[in-house]
Nanobody, 116 residues
Framework: QVQLVESGGGLVQAGGSLRLSCTAS????????MGWYRQPPGKQREFVAL???????NYADSVKGRFTISGDNAKETVHLQMNALKPEDTGVYFC??????????WGQGTQVTVSS
């Protein structure tokens, strides 16, 4: 069993910053990548960013240049630094982990609200 616990969400004004963190625990069996998705109000879940164990990153076009993902392999932790936040960044942010068996795991989500 793998548990992912997110933290760092909250309410911020447009232009502000937030830092999300996610820590994995349990029987992970070698993490391949960790990342973040978000679900805006009334919309489907969408990709935000990911990082693999080699430090390679990938971002959604909508967050490039504003968000930075980083990870700590030893601590099975991933962070998402979000700068220049916009109201359209509002949503529930979910952490995800994929291990070498191809299994994916999800956190419970953390709310991010950006006011205009």
């Amino acid at each position: 069993q793998v548990q992912l616990v997110e933290s760092g969400g909250g309410l911020v004004q447009a232009g502000g910053s937030l830092r999300l963190s996610c820590t994995a625990s349990g029987s992970i069996f070698s993490t391949i990548l960790m990342g973040w998705y978000r679900q805006p109000p009334g919309k489907q879940r969408e990709f935000v960013a990911l990082i693999n164990r080699h430090g390679d990153t990938n971002y959604a076009d909508s967050v490039k240049g504003r968000f930075t993902i980083s990870g700590d392999n030893a601590k099975e932790t991933v962070h998402l630094q979000m700068n220049a936040l916009k109201p359209e960044d509002t949503g529930v942010y979910f952490c995800t982990l994929v291990n070498k068996t191809g299994s994916d795991y999800w956190g419970q989500g953390t709310q991010v609200t950006v006011s205009s």
